[in-house]
């Protein structure tokens, strides 16, 4: 089975805090994707990534940036975390190649940010 | 950009209730995923559907890819209280070769032992 590991379930931040979540999937997949979800607003693509060290801006890439160091981690910076960042955060990887729409999901890491 | 509009938005059924929900799209899809995220938890992926026409099941659960190919629809037999959670479609995001996803809005399922 696929596995996507997510660093924190729950975290609490002050505003203007720099702000790390980490993500880890076991499966050797190419592509990589971080999303924040909210209510009403469903799930929105902030970043994503097709190799080590390449990127793409999503949908809602502002205030926040990513680093893909190693193949199995992705990683979501906030630089400087504000209350409107407050969401769930959702990592999710897939393959490339036929059954690469097919995206799998962590956990999630619910941040507040106060 | 493009939209997928999912209805309804929220469903409360009676245990054992058969369930219907759909999913449709201002364009043309080649594939429509269907994902049911527990309270609290990540989305997982149900039924993946390649092939407009194709009917699949996965357990109690049938998901249909329309034969326009801009739509599909999740039926769910005979609901238990697990199936409480929401479910989302996906579909490809339009104007990019790579594998981005773009989700509705989900529906929100509860069920009443």
């Known amino acids: 089975d696929v596995k996507v590991t997510q660093s924190s379930r729950y975290l609490v931040k002050r505003t203007g805090e720099k702000v790390f979540l980490e993500c880890v999937q076991d499966?050797?997949?190419?592509?990589m994707f971080w999303y924040r979800q909210d209510p009403g607003l469903g799930l929105r693509l902030i970043y994503f990534?097709?190799?080590?060290?390449?990127?793409e801006k999503g949908d809602i890439p502002e205030g926040y940036s990513v680093s893909r160091e190693k193949k199995e981690r992705f990683s979501l910076i906030l630089e400087s975390a504000s209350t409107n960042q407050t969401s769930m955060y959702l990592c999710?990887?897939?393959?490339?190649?036929?059954?690469?729409?097919?995206?799998?999901f962590g956990p999630g890491t619910r941040l507040t940010v106060t | 950009g493009q939209q997928l509009n999912q209805s309804p938005q929220s469903m409360f059924i009676q245990e054992g209730e058969d369930v219907s929900m759909n999913c449709t799209s201002s364009s043309i899809f080649n594939t429509w995923l269907w994902y049911k995220q527990d309270p609290g938890e990540g989305p997982v992926l149900l039924i993946a559907?390649?092939?407009?026409?194709e009917l699949t099941s996965n357990g109690r659960l049938t998901a249909q890819f329309g034969i326009t190919r801009k739509d599909s629809f999740l039926n769910i037999s005979a609901s238990i209280p697990s199936d409480v959670g929401i479910y989302f479609c996906?579909?490809?995001?339009?104007?990019?070769?790579?594998?981005?996803?773009?989700f509705g809005g989900g529906t929100r399922l509860m069920v009443k032992p």
């Open positions: 999710a990887s897939s393959f490339v190649g036929a059954l690469s729409y097919e995206q799998y």
């Open positions: 990534s097709y190799d080590v060290k390449m990127k």
């Open positions: 559907l390649y092939k407009a026409g």
């Open positions: 499966m050797d997949h190419e592509n």
């Open positions: 996906a579909g490809p995001y339009e104007g990019w070769a790579g594998n981005m996803l773009t």
